[in-house]
T-cell receptor, first 108, second 117 residues
Framework: GQNIDQPTEMTATEGAIVQINCTYQTSGFNGLFWYQQHAGEAPTFLSYNVLDGLEEKGRFSSFLSRSKGYSYLLLKELQMKDSASYLCAVEGYSTLTFGKGTMLLVSP | EAGVAQSPRYKIIEKRQSVAFWCNPISGHATLYWYQQILGQGPKLLIQFQNNGVVDDSQLPKDRFSAERLKGVDSTLKIQPAKLEDSAVYLC???????????????FGEGSRLTVL
């Protein structure tokens, strides 16, 4: 089975940098996704990591360490619209399991 | 390209009643997922189809939930009878993934919000 752990809530100010961590224990691992979900909306894809290291995509970066069962999502130059839930999801052999999500609140 | 379509968007029923949700995935996507998302939690996989075959339904409460994907395209999720704890958003997602170890990016529909009174 999969066990995914991420903080419940984080707060940050506009323009700052925030790092959202995700740790996992899994019986099978192929990759790790990060999704963003605004209140009342469906999740949307942010990033996908298969190999160890950092993947950068504009203001968002995602890091993976397979040996440590650890990932983080880094958000730079925070904007108010970044207030949302960020979901870590582990890809097993054939299914995708989501964590409970981290609610990020960005204040002016 | 049209996205994942779901209906109805909202449904309110009383406990012990039945309800059905419909999903039309992105054209050509072989894999279809139904997730249950309770307020404040992450999506929980209920069932995953590859074409019209079931890949994983280990977390589907089979005494009350059923799902089918006839002809490998549209899918319906049914709850009968509903319980109070079934109040949640039911998300349908699809991907173009072809098989084991290849989940691919999931594209989600807007969800069907169920309230059981």
């Amino acid at each position: 089975g999969q066990n995914i752990d991420q903080p419940t809530e984080m707060t940050a100010t506009e323009g700052a940098i925030v790092q959202i961590n995700c740790t996992y224990q899994t019986s099978g691992f192929n990759g790790l996704f990060w999704y963003q979900q605004h209140a009342g909306e469906a999740p949307t894809f942010l990033s996908y990591n298969v190999l160890d290291g950092l993947e950068e995509k504009g203001r968002f970066s995602s890091f993976l360490s397979r040996s440590k069962g650890y990932s983080y999502l880094l958000l730079k130059e925070l904007q108010m619209k970044d207030s949302a839930s960020y979901l870590c999801a582990v890809e097993g052999y054939s299914t995708l399991t989501f964590g409970k999500g981290t609610m990020l609140l960005v204040s002016p | 390209e049209a996205g994942v379509a779901q209906s109805p968007r909202y449904k309110i029923i009383e406990k012990r009643q039945s309800v059905a949700f419909w999903c039309n995935p992105i054209s050509g996507h072989a894999t279809l997922y139904w997730y249950q998302q309770i307020l404040g939690q992450g999506p929980k996989l209920l069932i995953q189809f590859q074409n019209n075959g079931v890949v994983d339904d280990s977390q589907l409460p089979k005494d009350r939930f059923s799902a089918e994907r006839l002809k490998g395209v549209d899918s319906t999720l049914k709850i009968q009878p509903a319980k109070l704890e079934d109040s949640a958003v039911y998300l349908c997602a699809s991907s173009s993934a072809g098989g084991l170890g290849d989940t691919g990016e999931l594209f989600f529909g807007e969800g069907s919000r169920l309230t059981v009174l």
